[in-house]
Structure formats: C-alpha cells, structure tokens
C-alpha cells in the first residue's frame, strides 16, 4: 500500500476518508431461504413465489440447509469466527415489496463473526503492498421484492420473485481510506465468492450488491458522522461514491453546516449522490427474536464438511503460481478472476510450461479476448489447444511471429495448431544452410549499412534481423539468424 494517505484538500486543510461497505450477496442455491421456491435470475414476474414467500397465514418457514453452508464456507474463506450457535430475528417495518410486514435477519447472532480480507493496490508487487481490511460479521437474511414503476402510468406492480431469496450480508469495519480502497476490497470480495460458489458476483443482474458507509475528519479526529449510499451495483460505481460523497461532506462542513446520519442514492448519470431518508437505529425495528424459527446450531461434522468443500482460494493460487516461476503481477492476473483462474489451471495440466504458459495467457490470450469482446469462457481456443501451440514454440517448430499467425487462425477457424501449421507450411526453418545463403544476400544488397555497422552503428543489427526474417516469411529460427548473422558481420 502507498505510504502517502488519500485525502480531500479541503480550505481549512487536508480531510481523511473513512470507508466501510456492508456487501449484500446473493447466496447461491437453487431454492429460497426458508422456502422451496426458485431463484432463477430472468423469471418472469411472480412465478417463484411459494405461499411462505406471500405470507400466506399459517405458513411456517424451515431453514434452507444449504444457505446456512454456503454462509458457513464464506467465513471459513476470510478466515473468520463461525458462530456454532446463531439465531433469526424479526426486523420490522412496512413496506409494499414485503409482505410479511418484517424481515427475517441475524441481529444479534450471526452466524459468522469476525474476519478479513487482504487488498492491494499494487499488483506489480502484491504481497508487499497487502492491506487488511477487517470483516464484522456476516449474517444471513431473506431478500424483499421488486416494485415495478415502468408498468402503469399511474400505478406500480409488486413482483415477489426475490422475496425470500437467501442474503449474507457482508459487514466491513471501517478501514478503508479511499475509492482505490474500496474498490480493491469490493473486486477481491467478489472474487473470493466465485471461488467458492457462494455467490454468482453478477453485480449487473442485482445478486451483489453495496452499501457505502462514508465519513470524513482530520486527521487525529474521531470518527465523523456517517451516511449510507444504499445498492451500489459495480466496483466502480462504489469508488464514485466515496469520491463524491466525501467530498460533498467536507464541503457542507466548511461551509457552516453538519453532516446528518442519513440513507443516500447515487445517481451514475449525474455522478452525484441524493438524500433518500433519514438513518434509522436498530431499535427503530423493533427487533426480536423471530418465534417460528429454532436457533441454528452446527456440529463438527457439518463444519469439518464446510471446510473439506473448499477450494483452492486466490491468495493461494497466487502463492502456487509464484512458486512456478511467473511472476507476482502475472500471478496476480490470472487469479483476479476464478474463470480465468480455472483456465489456466486446465492449461498447465495440459502440460504447458508454466512461465510462458502465464506470459501468452496474459498477453496473447487475454489481448485476443479483449479485441474480440469474449469472456474467457467463451475463448474459441481451448487450454489443450494452447498446450498444444506452446508446444510448437518450446520444441523449435514455431518462431514466436510464427505463433502469433497461428493463433490467430486457430481463434478465426477453431482447428489445432500442428494441423495449420501442416496445412499451411508454417513450420519454422532451422536449415542454416538456407539461412546463411537468405543473409548473404541481405548484406550485398546493403553494403552501405554493412560499412556503417562495421564502422560502429551496432543498432543497425536489428534492421539485418528484420530484414532476413522478411526475406524468409518470418519463418527462420530467430535465434540461428542472430547467431549466424554475428558470424557474417564480423
């Protein structure tokens, strides 16, 4: 992390940040929290509603074991306290997307305590720029439905689709200290998520999504008073956020006025946030321990379950990367995301050599995605295929030019690279034979240049290469050019 502390220059001096985000994520499964209902994304309105979902009288909710696993794996993925023993409560208020008149969440006893998560912002040097940000707790709560504005023009539509869909609600402490910060910690929470299958991270579909805790003071100052920007849905939406909304409270305070604990909206269009409410306290909800739901108590067996399920996580995939030799800004790539992550796992077991295997993935591969708009999992070129053409360039058959035409059939036609390679003759010369004769014939036709190089122009070594690879279609052995060529000059 840079030693030099982000802040806003403000007319009495310099103000300090203080960040924290508590990340609604959508839990992975395929029913509801206390219900059987489904939670496909795109279902048209009001088709997964079960009668628990409705609040239909005399329904009863019953846990959705695996929520409760799915929580439980996420905080052993932090690193956090998992509470063996956790309780529901009711939180009460009245809203037309909540027909139970309260929501069922984890106030008291959540059932994961405290964690961490380490960020960066360095990724040429990841490990020695880690910073901690600590995690509160995680609880699990049902979500609430959807009003529809955009149906009527005088009316709006309840969809319950979301109703009873199962949230962790991720808490942070308040250790951010910028919108670099905050975005590195919301980018590495959302990966950790992937990895293990907790959570979809789909920020754009609603699945995870945040809200942004931010104040200001000077520095040596206690905490200032906070507000909350409510749903933020992308990383770089929630490092505006900190950025406008930071500066918008030291502004009202130069000015005379007082920053009031309140619930804001962030406008992307306007790139400003607004006052939606006033910030209500726990007890405004009136909360109590929910009597149709027993306490959820965890015995070793499904703890030790939860632990064996896990997957190899990002900071460890990264170390194992590191150790193979690739280098900690490439490792830090490939593991940033857990498609890319599994990509380039299948590649090196497909025999790939892992420093160049990182290099082409990196560049080559990602560059081509990139161009082209495809996510990795959509590559036209598969691990094995690229296996396959790393191959060719490792035992000498492709020049690393040479490679980079095949690549690009192989992602126009999808075919392999020994068969375009075959079919096409682009196999790499290694004959010094034919070489040596190319290169006599480079230097009589630039005799002046010989003179001057011989003279002591030695940057005019490049133009003899270009020239001979130019000469022989890019299909000289590199190497054997710049050896053979020293000898020819002299």
């Known amino acids: 992390m840079t030693d030099k502390r982000y802040t806003i220059h403000g007319e009495t001096g310099d103000w300090e940040v203080v960040v924290g985000l508590e990340v609604h994520a959508q839990v992975t499964s395929n029913a509801k929290l206390f219900s059987g209902a489904a939670t496909a994304f795109g279902a048209d309105p ?45 939180k009460n208020y009245f809203y037309a997307d909540l027909p139970q008149g309260y929501q069922i969440s984890q106030l008291f006893h959540p ?23 600590g995690v509160e707790r995680i609880h699990v709560e049902q979500d609430a439905g959807k009003l529809m504005h955009d149906q009527h023009p005088t009316r709006s539509y309840v969809d319950l689709n979301r109703s009873g869909v199962a949230l962790m609600e991720i808490v942070s402490k308040p250790d951010m200290a910028s919108p670099a910060e905050a975005g590195a910690y919301l980018a590495k929470l959302r990966a950790i998520l992937r990895y293990v299958g907790s959570c979809d991270g789909n ?8 809200d942004v805790n931010v104040s200001v003071r000077k520095s040596g100052d206690p905490l200032g008073t906070r507000t909350e920007t409510k749903n933020v849905n992308s990383v770089r939406f929630v490092m505006a956020v900190v950025e406008q909304e930071a500066r918008r409270q030291v502004a009202v305070i130069e000015s005379g006025g007082r920053i009031v604990q309140e619930t804001r909206l962030y406008d992307p269009d306007r790139n400003e946030t607004r006052s939606m409410r006033s910030k209500e306290d726990a007890h405004d909800y009136r909360y109590f321990p929910d009597p149709d739901l027993l306490p959820v108590e965890l015995d070793e067996a499904f703890l030790a379950e939860c632990r064996a399920s896990l997957p190899e996580l990002p900071d460890a995939k990264r170390a194992r990367y590191e150790a193979l030799g690739i280098t900690p800004y490439n ?6 995301e857990v498609e890319a992550a599994r990509w380039f796992d299948a590649l090196l ?6 420093v160049a295997a990182a290099n082409w993935t990196t560049s080559e591969l990602f560059g081509a995605l990139n161009r082209t708009g495809k996510d990795i999992g959509d590559s036209p070129v598969s691990p094995v295929q690229a296996a396959e053409l790393l191959g060719l360039v490792a035992d000498g058959t492709l020049s690393g030019s040479l490679a980079k035409q095949v690549f690009e059939i192989m992602l126009e036609t999808g075919q392999g690279a020994t068969a375009i390679v075959e079919q096409r003759g682009l196999k790499q010369t290694s004959d010094t034979g034919a070489i040596e004769g190319v290169i006599a014939e480079v230097l009589a036709a630039n005799a002046d240049k010989v003179a001057q190089y011989r003279g002591g122009k030695e940057a005019l070594f490049g133009f003899f290469v270009g020239q001979t690879m130019k000469a022989m279609g890019g299909k000289a052995n590199p190497r054997l050019v710049n050896d053979l060529l020293k000898t020819a000059l002299g």
């Open 331 to 336: 490792a830090a790539v490939l593991t940033a």
């Open 203 to 210: 920020m754009d579909q609603g699945s995870m999504r945040a």
């Open 349 to 354: 077991d497909a025999g790939a050599a892992p």
């Open 46 to 90: 009001n088709t997964q509603v079960s009668l628990v979902d409705a609040a239909m009288p005399g329904m009863l909710p019953v846990p959705n074991r695996e929520c409760i696993r799915q929580a439980v794996r996420t905080g052993m993925a932090i690193d956090a306290q998992i509470n063996k023993w956790s309780r529901f409560d009711r």
């Open 111 to 133: 059932i994961v305590g405290e964690g961490a998560i380490t960020i960066s912002l360095d990724p040429k040097n990841p490990d020695a720029s880690g910073k901690r940000i």
